[in-house]
């Protein structure tokens, strides 16, 4: 059990920087755990490595980080699976294919194919392991209504005709009979629109439910897409609230993302936009909304381009064990594809 801690009792904090800290909405250990040197340093006039110490300290103090051995990390590893894109260029540059057991973030602006993607894993986790499926169930937290059953049902038979076509890239031809019936691929979707930011948040909570209730069934829920991630905490935030308060939160929704990831082996998929213009609250304008907090707890952040017609470029951003690099590939009618 870790003891409550008030954050005026951190080292560093006095009086004064309290009253500032207070003002700007640091008003919890947790909310200072989770903040920047920087906007700290901003908040309450203090130098740099104040701000750090001041940070360390109310990490330990909230149990932000906790440690376990490397074995039990190593035996969790084992089972991590991948998922296939559609795309073996864009499986390359991930890997191998989208991982369990993390959060992968697909950021870029309008139409750079975000939820495409989203949609097109929504259809290939239900395959089989042999063909980099993930034979499970998958739940969408849709917050600006985009999902569209008729992509699925194209994307389903899109497979079917690579099946036909003994595209190698699946992995295997359709000698086990997987049965592409679109309906059946739309029944094992759970969709979930979120009204706003407090609701997406419970929505997580939900879906950990309804993977409960799968676990045993023959399709357990192997994903998670929150398409989009930052858009309701962007537009709730601009003008109103604080930046401790929003930082706080997305924190948190993240948090329970990547254990919903590690408790069932799943992979978790958020999508984000790129700023087209400056705003106070989310920093530098050719970055992802969210900034360093979405930045840490994603395990891989993909940026994606616009090219020619159906072309896009995908880029592999701050990866903790793969190497940096570009992917092309293409968004079809019948999917994703090199
Ligand atoms: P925002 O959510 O607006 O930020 O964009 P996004 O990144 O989610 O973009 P999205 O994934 O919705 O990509 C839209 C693009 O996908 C379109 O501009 C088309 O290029 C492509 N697309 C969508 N549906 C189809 C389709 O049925 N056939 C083909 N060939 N392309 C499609
Ligand atoms: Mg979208």
New binding site residues.
Partial sequence: MVEKVSFEDLPGVGPATAEKLKEAGFTTVEAIAVASPGELVTAADLGESTASKIIIAARKAADVGGFETGDVVLERRKSIQKLTTGSSELDRLLGGGVETQSITEFY??????????AHQLAVNTQLPNEYNGLNGSVVIIDT?S?FRPE?IT?MVEGLKERFEENDSDLGADNDDGVDLNPSQFLKRIHVARAYNSNHQILLVEAASKLAEELKDTEYPVRLLVV??LTAHFRAEYVGRGTLADRQQRLNKHMHDLIRFAGLNNATVVV?N?VMSKPDAFFGDPTKPIGGHIVGHTATFRVY?RKSKG?KRIARLVDSPSLPEGEAIFS???GGLRD
Avoid: A, C, W
């Fill in positions: 870029g602006e309008f139409g750079s194919g975000k939820t495409q993607i600006e985009t992509r194209h398409d989009s999508t936009q994606l159906e968004i079809t009618t």
